[in-house]
């Protein structure tokens, strides 16, 4: 027992502690969780970047345009 904790307190402490099997199941989830969402993360920003340079080549070849005119 802990200096100056009272029996009743140390009991409520261990049963607070203890964890539930879907407290488990989350902590061994979170790691799939993380790497899927860097995941999707990813592959948000390469199709961002990939709209981005087209975009960029639509407006350069739109200039080249007015400029030949």
Do not use: C, Y
């Amino acid at each position: 027992m802990r200096d100056g904790a009272s029996p009743d307190w140390t009991l409520f402490a261990h049963i607070a502690n203890r964890a539930v099997m879907s407290d488990k199941q989350t902590k061994s989830s979170k790691g799939k969780t993380a790497t899927s969402r860097e995941d999707r993360l990813k592959a948000a920003l390469k199709a961002n970047m990939a709209k981005r340079k087209a975009q960029a080549r639509a407006r350069a070849a739109g200039s080249d345009k007015k400029e030949k005119e």
